[in-house]
């Protein structure tokens, strides 16, 4: 972080942007200001391409040059319009006149912009500052008219309460009512209201106060977590698209296990995702206890985001290989078990696990697709490898695993690889070391075309032929007996030796009559 007097906040915002947009603010009267994320970044020395403006009206209102400042339309719109005009064709105006609100995307610009990038579109958003009030039940508010700082009392956290003015006589004037740069500068969360009103205006607000302290590495102030506590079941009014944004953001976040910490310590979390919450239990029985897999869990979903897999950096994927780590082993409430000489078992929570996936994509409201069908086989193939690294390093076992798994191998191992949390050094290093093994295994078959040797030459459509089938199981079984066939390595994958095996099994199934 890095602390600038009103000169030097001049200087950092002497761009075309926010001149342009200075001077329309001074042709219409009104004054302006740069604020939210924008200033909080400024101070914290990101890059950031989040441009907010906040106009203030003035009283009584001034005429617009333009004869743009129509009765009814908020301010804001009105310098958005402002400066669409003085920019012309390389400016793109929208005006959602229902939430008095406006946005300006500018292209071709080669100002260092918000993110420092040439060239790069630009995108401002207006908005008039106003005063909300809320019904308790509602997350709709009555809005009106108000000042610059009635509108930094309805903004979520001190840090994000900060304005710059932009107009020419006070360009650069840091306005701070609530102390956020020294919030910032000691790594504090806290609202610049009671957090118990903040909060119950919208009370995404708290899902937004852990994903801040999550990104940041800040702490929540005392009180504030003191109102996530008591709030907590307000949560239930948000929509789950709004929810799964920020969860989205503190998964993605460099330390993600801190925001669910924290999600689970003030209630949040058993109300939004109670299947992960339920793994927070540790049980004793004979002198024996199991271990907390939701400690374990958030280990797993740290190893994932610091891995190095190369494909992590694809758009999205990473994104979807965390989520499998925190729903890796989801169904372990579901399948726990006490057994007489053995101990505490979770056999099957892998299937189960994966069994529950659909419905909590679905009540998060998170994509349906190929997105929850990687999780959903990453969470059951999960225990495969390690049995496998458990036994002998067959070709078998592994051809299996890598038939089932297809493209998704690499993620898959990387997975098993973070899942291996034993504090016992030896016992984990023999874990990574036969890890190392099936991946060397998996590489040395996919150098042979393993694609080639899976897929049996005899298909499913020869088969009905021959035999004179329709679509039915029984067609399934005798390709299945083909593909073990082939995948434990008893019989060459030609043609021969795999219509021999298929007519043995068809005599066996009464489909073939001996002569």
Known sequence: MKLYSDDELAEILDQEIFHLISTAADRLGVECYVVGGYVRDIFLERPSDDIDIVVVKPLPPAPSPTGEGEEGVSVGISVARELKRMIGRRAHLSVFKNFGTAQVKISGSEERGASNK?????????????RESYSHDSRKPVVEDGTLEDDQNRRDFTINAMAICLNGDRFGELVDPFNG?????????????????????????MMRCIRFATQLNFQIEDETFEALERMADRIKIVSGERIEVELNKIIMSPHPSRGFVDLQRCGLLNIILPELAALDIVEQKNGKAHKNNFYHTLEVLENVAHSNLPRLGEAGRGLWLRWAALLHDVGKTKTKRWENGVGWTFHNHNYIGARMVPDIFRRLKLPMGAEMKY??????LHMRPQVIAD????????????????????????????????????????????????????????????KRLLQPVIDGNEIMQLFNLQPSREVGLLKQTLKDAVLDNRVENEREPLMQLLMAKAREMGLVKDT
């Open 118 to 130: 040439a060239g790069k579109e630009l995108e401002v958003e207006f908005v008039g500052a106003r």
């Open 375 to 380: 999780v959903q086989k990453l969470v059951d």
């Open 391 to 450: 036994n002998e390093v067959t070709d078998s076992a592994v051809r299996r695993l890598l038939n089932d798994a297809a493209d998704d191998i690499d993620d898959l191992m990387t997975l098993c690889e973070a899942d291996i949390t034993s504090k016992n050094e030896a016992r984990k290093k023999m874990f990574l070391e036969n890890f190392r093994l099936v991946r060397v295994k998996l590489a040395d078959l996919v150098e042979k075309d393993y």
């Open 181 to 205: 740069l020294a919030d910032l500068e000691d790594g504090i969360i806290a609202t610049p209201l009671d957090p118990m009103v903040t909060f119950s205006d919208d009370p995404l607000r």
